[in-house]
């Protein structure tokens, strides 16, 4: 069954501390990318990655960060420097940049 | 800043009827367009996509039509069913998407029985 598995669904995180969402692709696609949405409101770009090992800062990188080891895998961390981190978060990937962008199913990330 | 956006936030039609929701968009450098679907709690799923070489593209039931004189996108959807109910976002991007997509704020579509 092929596709972008997000997790987990829900998460919830505690003042001052770090949580990693995982992104996982199995479609052998080159970029990987990550969104996030607030409500009512359409998707803002994070980060994104057009090759194993590289890896850009999109419209809001402050306050998250990124790792692309292995061209299946681009998890997310949002750290403690994000201080309004509660949103629907999106990883998305194509099969090289300038094509169709396939999504997860998101996680929703809660402050506690 | 340019961006993308839409011209209703909320479009209710009736069961059959045709749908037309509206984008507008300003980077005149925007060459790749797509509209993708989203269903309350899920990632979207992508509809149609256009470039700007072309006007006018099909798909079952769907039809995106792109003028790029007025910088507007277009998405018809034909006999809308219940299952149509959804938030609809087109998205951008310009150069041949070497970055990621610009996403319009989203139309909400109502199906009314």
């Known amino acids: 069954d092929g596709g972008i598995t997000q997790s987990p669904k829900y998460l919830f995180r505690k003042e001052g501390q770090n949580v990693t969402l995982s992104c996982e692709q199995n479609l052998n696609h080159d970029a990987m990318y990550w969104y996030r949405q607030d409500p009512g409101q359409g998707l803002r770009l994070i980060y994104y990655?057009?090759?194993?090992?590289?890896?850009q800062k999109g419209d809001i990188a402050e306050g998250y960060s990124v790792s692309r080891e292995k061209k299946e895998s681009f998890p997310l961390t949002v750290t403690s420097a994000q201080k309004n981190p509660t949103a629907f978060y999106l990883c998305?990937?194509?099969?090289?940049?300038?094509?169709?962008?396939?999504f997860g199913a998101g996680t929703r990330l809660s402050v506690l | 800043g340019e961006s993308v956006g839409l011209h209703l936030p909320t479009l209710s039609v009736q069961e059959g009827d045709n749908s037309i929701i509206n984008c507008a968009y300003s980077n005149s450098a925007s060459d790749y367009f797509i509209w993708y679907k989203q269903e309350s709690g899920k990632g979207p799923q992508f509809i149609i996509d256009?470039?700007?070489?072309?006007d006018k593209r099909q798909g079952q039931r769907v039809t995106v039509l792109l003028n790029k004189t007025v910088k507007h996108l277009s998405l018809q959807i034909a006999a809308t069913q219940p299952g149509d109910s959804a938030v609809y976002f087109c998205?951008?991007?310009?150069?041949?998407?070497?970055?990621?997509?610009?996403f319009g704020k989203g139309t909400h579509l109502i199906i009314q029985p």
């Open positions: 998205a951008e991007t310009p150069g041949g998407g070497a970055d990621g997509l610009t």
């Open positions: 998305a990937s194509s099969i090289s940049q300038g094509n169709i962008q396939y």
């Open positions: 990655s057009q090759i194993v090992n590289d890896f």
């Open positions: 256009i470039r700007s070489n072309m």
